[in-house]
């Protein structure tokens, strides 16, 4: 990641957090290297399980026209996090899906951090790119419906695999 961009990459990102200037400090000198950032108000946060998440993302990849937005890994937690736009009247169905919206928080570490327990997987560009809704919805039924399908299980229905509800 190059200078220019890692610098436009976390001022975007540290405008999530109540300080930028402190999140800022904290990720280039300070002891924990992460930060505490608002979801809810630049982007959502969805949470998946690690193995679908990684599997979602793989599959993000895949999708070489796709401009992919922001992945986060925590490993100690087991999870992988997809930013979206905001979208507060949004549901996600699925059995460890959780959506991250306003009134919730976020632990990051820094836009170039590539190792460790926390990590991106694909980190933020600095230009607002976020994940597309609509092609997660997609790549999450594709990914369960094929993880239950080698776990021997029967498919489950569109939703319960994982999936919007719009009201």
């Known amino acids: 990641m190059a200078l ?3 610098t436009r990459s976390m001022e975007w990102l540290a405008a999530a957090s109540e300080d930028p200037g402190a999140c800022k400090q904290e990720w280039q000198n300070g002891s924990t290297g992460v930060a505490l950032l608002a979801a809810g108000r630049f982007w959502d ?3 998946m399980p690690e193995d679908l998440g990684l599997r979602v993302a793989d ?4 999708l070489s026209l796709l401009d992919r937005g ?22 996600w169905i699925g ?7 306003a009134g919730t928080w976020i632990t990051a570490p ?8 926390l990590r991106w997987l694909v980190p933020p560009d600095g230009t607002g790119t976020l994940n ?3 092609v997660l919805e997609v790549a999450m039924q594709r990914c369960a419906s094929e993880m239950n399908r080698l776990q021997g299980r029967p ?13």
């Open 4 to 6: 220019t961009e890692w």
């Open 45 to 47: 946060v969805l949470l």
């Open 59 to 62: 599959l993000l990849d895949e």
């Open 70 to 91: 922001p992945c986060l890994l925590d490993t100690r937690r087991r999870s992988v996090g997809f930013l979206l736009p905001p979208e507060p009247q949004a549901v």
């Open 95 to 101: 059995t460890g899906v959780r959506l991250l919206g």
């Open 110 to 117: 820094a836009p170039h951090c590539r190792w460790g327990t």
């Open 132 to 134: 597309i809704p609509e």
């Open 155 to 167: 498919a489950p229905a569109a939703c319960a695999s994982g999936g919007r509800v719009r009201p």
